[in-house]
């Protein structure tokens, strides 16, 4: 069974020389040669060997556990992921090759490595669900994606399941019951959700069928920062697409220094995430119906009781 790992460089450091190489790396103990190691007690010795100012165990377990992961789990055939600097952009490609060591590299410093055929188009993080971008924000260099069929199906390796083979579809009947509401509505619970996520001094500021900003919210990240965010919230037909001049219209609204998002019922157009994206100018999130799901059963005890009874839904968000 193919797995999925992903395989950092150094927050995109080194993304360029993976990608060059055609390989995925790691740099712990970067003169020792792993490949006759077969147990992750032998990394453990040389691990601490090598590393004697680490007289944690929880660190030392933690550091081992990554290296045991990148030399003995990672398989051919595998898919490996590594974002790239610009983190919107993931990097995929199938392990083609057992371990190397490949010390005194000039163009990298990471001397433990295995071979990987890439891709040629990387996957957009943001089309992914939820709870899939959450495990990519992971600490760790080296881990496992344990959301393994969606990351299958967003590299290409692998089919959706046909939705007429689901005897229910959990996504489209919550989508169903938030179409219930109408557009004042969706644009206050979309301020309510922005304040579950973290944001201060949410409100919503939109008039309906204004085209502008329905809602804003600043982003406080543990006082190290602080990002003004100002939203679009919208309804639209389930399987509808959002298009880029609609996309591009809420970026001509976020003055200087701002972000975006876009936050509906639908879908959006390739182009949309073009301009969503496009260098030198406000970057956008987007947030499609059924990452507005996911975001919903994350928080939803957060959301405000007259809007979860609103909705008529129960915790795991099904009908009541």
């Known amino acids: 069974m193919m797995n999925v790992w992903c395989v950092r460089a150094e927050f995109g450091t080194y993304t360029r020389q993976f990608l060059a190489g055609r390989y995925v790396a790691i740099g712990w103990m970067p003169t020792t040669d792993l490949s006759s190691v077969t147990t992750r007690e032998e990394i453990r010795q040389f691990y601490r060997v090598a590393h004697p100012e680490d007289t944690s165990n929880i660190v030392v377990g933690q550091q081992v556990g990554q290296i045991a992961r990148f030399r003995l789990d990672i398989a051919l055939g595998d898919l490996v992921i590594t974002p790239d600097a610009d983190t919107e952009l993931l990097h995929h490609g199938i392990v083609s090759g057992d371990y190397v060591f490949v010390p005194n590299d000039p163009a990298c410093p990471y001397p433990h490595r295995r071979l990987v055929k890439w891709a040629p188009t990387p996957i957009l993080r943001s089309g992914l669900s939820v709870p899939l971008q959450n495990t990519l924000r992971s600490a760790l260099t080296v881990f496992a994606i344990y959301q393994r069929d969606e990351a299958l199906v967003a590299a290409g390796h692998q089919k959706a399941a046909p939705s ?6 959990p996504y489209g009947a919550v989508l169903k019951q938030v179409l219930e509401l109408d557009e004042k ?10 304040t579950a996520l973290g944001f201060e001094g949410s409100e919503v500021t939109g ?3 204004d085209g502008g900003v329905d809602a804003t919210g600043e982003l406080n990240v543990s006082n190290l920062a602080k990002v003004k965010i100002f ?4 309804r639209y037909k389930i399987g509808s697409k959002i298009t880029a001049s609609t996309v591009r219209q ?4 976020i003055p200087f220094g701002g972000q975006g998002a876009f936050i509906t019922t639908a879908d959006f157009q390739t182009g949309a995430l073009d301009v969503a994206l496009e260098a030198g100018f406000p970057r956008i999130g987007l947030i499609n119906g059924s990452q507005l799901v996911d975001l919903l059963i994350e928080h939803w005890g957060d959301i405000p009781q007259e809007f979860r009874d609103r909705l008529g839904l129960k915790p795991g968000l099904v009908r009541a």
């Open 185 to 194: 509505e969706f644009e206050i619970l979309v301020g309510h959700l922005l």
């Open 207 to 209: 008039r309906t069928g």
């Open 164 to 169: 007429a083979t689901l005897p229910y579809d």
């Open 231 to 234: 939203v679009q919230a919208k």
């Open 250 to 253: 809420l970026r001509q609204a």
